[in-house]
């Protein structure tokens, strides 16, 4: 069975750009999170999605959103890229509340 | 709020020489804890749920345990393969988004 896969692999943009990325979940499963994850600390929670509807929500910027698709697979969009937003994106699809199976990232510079 | 704190942040092993990561958290009602390896550049890898004290969980050389204040992953034995950074994240109710600590980074030298 397939993992989650997450594209693009690696992305550039510059201060400003707005930028879409996107994740499909493991065949079965129907909660979708966003994480992210700056080097050497600990994934911070962004948006959980179950069955299309947003089941949470950590503390970022209304520049972040998410959607979940009716195939469960969904996106993340983030509009005007700051330096700061230059980090690893991890999506993490679950059975509900059980433990979560991520995907590789997406590695989003941003200069 | 829930918090989660990881000791130490890094460790150095010889090949064989067995130790223990600790995961300690502040939760107002723990669901679930759970541990991950992360390796450079990659997603981390889902390892145990843990959801009661006194519970453990194996798997090869691994073992976690639970107290209801900590966490701990024993490594016997480590091999150099075992290198990689160690997350433990907790859950504090059903619904609840799942929050992580910043990480053990585990060096296993031959």
């Known amino acids: 069975d397939a993992g989650v896969t997450q594209s693009p692999t690696h992305l550039i943009k510059t201060r400003g750009q707005h930028v879409t990325l996107r994740c499909s979940p493991i065949s079965g499963h129907k909660s979708v999170s966003w994480y992210q994850q700056v080097l050497g600390q600990g994934p911070q929670f962004i948006f959980q999605y179950y069955e299309k509807e947003e089941r949470g929500r950590g503390n970022f910027p209304d520049r972040f959103s998410a959607r979940q698709f009716p195939n469960y697979s969904s996106e993340l969009n983030v509009n005007a890229l700051l330096l700061g937003d230059s980090a690893l994106y991890l999506c993490a699809s679950s059975v509900l509340d059980a433990g979560e199976f991520f995907g590789p990232g997406t590695r989003l510079t941003v200069l | 709020e829930d918090q989660v704190t990881q000791s130490p942040e890094a460790l150095r092993l010889q090949e064989g020489e067995s130790s223990s990561l600790n995961c300690s958290y502040t939760?107002?009602?723990?669901?679930?804890l759970f541990w991950y390896r992360q390796d450079p550049g990659k997603g981390p890898e889902f390892l145990f749920t843990?959801?009661?004290a006194g519970e453990e969980k194996e798997k090869e050389r691994l073992k976690a345990t639970l107290t209801k204040k900590e966490s701990f992953l024993h490594i016997t034995a480590p091999k150099p393969e075992d290198s990689a950074t160690y997350l433990c994240a907790v859950q504090a109710g059903y619904g609840q988004n799942f929050v992580f600590g910043p990480g053990t980074r585990l060096s296993v030298l031959p």
């Open positions: 939760v107002s009602g723990l669901r679930g």
């Open positions: 843990l959801y009661s």
